[in-house]
């Protein structure tokens, strides 16, 4: 069965400060998708960043990164200088690649998501 | 500009009563989807349809009814059936694009409440 977890629940730093959302993840499938999500105190969920199972690289985009290892199945993302703005829930998904049989549909298993207060 | 729309933001059910959340979007997209969220826990999905006049349950159905009748709608019904509705719904569209998963594109949200 597919799995996605992030173990942590809440997490509070100082502005400036860098901060690491860990999450590990599970599933049978050789090729997948991993999503990270965030939905700030107004309720929608924004995207951040899809990852396929195939590519390892990290990636950097402003003041976030991601380290994706499939050996130890986790996708974790990393706020560099945190700013008081990226307060929020943050959502860490995992999805079978659609299309491929007629049990595929692009649907996401979310994890817990974990709650991160800036301070200033 | 496209996007999703669901309303109302706000809704309040009484006992007994069924009540329908708004879902339309204007993104072209085939597939669409209904997800709960509780406090303190991730989206569980309620409902998926991936084109026009199909629609399959996810993991927690019961309770709750869907039509895709047009490729830009996708409403969402909780009957009376559902014994514990208070939670935040929220919808969403993909463009599947062969085994190219695209990423979802949420809407606001609307929080249900029992009165």
């Known amino acids: 069965a597919q799995k996605v977890t992030q173990a942590q629940t809440e997490i509070s730093v100082v502005e400036k400060e860098d901060v690491t959302l860990d999450c590990v993840y599970e599933t049978r499938d050789t090729t997948y998708y991993l999503f990270w999500y965030k939905q700030p105190p107004s309720g929608e969920l924004v995207f951040l960043i899809r990852?396929?199972?195939?590519?390892?690289q990290n990636e950097i985009s402003g003041r976030y990164s991601w380290n994706f290892q499939k050996s130890t199945s986790s996708f974790n993302f990393t706020i560099t200088a945190s700013q008081v703005v990226d307060s929020a829930v943050y959502f860490c998904a995992l999805s079978e690649i659609y299309g491929r049989g007629s049990s595929n549909t692009g649907k996401l298993i979310f994890g817990q998501g974990t709650t991160l207060q800036v301070k200033p | 500009d496209g996007g999703i729309t669901q309303s109302p933001k706000y809704l309040f059910r009484k006992e007994g009563q069924n009540v329908t959340l708004s879902c339309e979007q204007n993104?072209?997209?085939?597939?669409m989807y209904w997800y709960r969220q509780d406090p303190g826990q991730g989206l569980r999905l309620i409902y998926y349809?991936?084109?026009?006049?199909?629609?399959q349950k996810g993991d927690i159905a019961e309770g709750y009814s869907v039509s895709r009748e047009k490729k830009e709608s996708f409403p969402l019904t909780v009957t009376s059936a559902q014994k514990n509705p208070t939670a935040f719904y929220l919808c969403a569209s993909s463009m599947p694009q062969g085994y190219s998963n695209q990423p979802q594109h949420f809407g606001d949200g609307t929080r249900l409440s029992i009165l």
């Open positions: 993104l072209n997209h085939d597939a």
């Open positions: 349809s991936q084109i026009v006049n199909d629609f």
């Open positions: 990852r396929n199972s195939f590519d390892e």
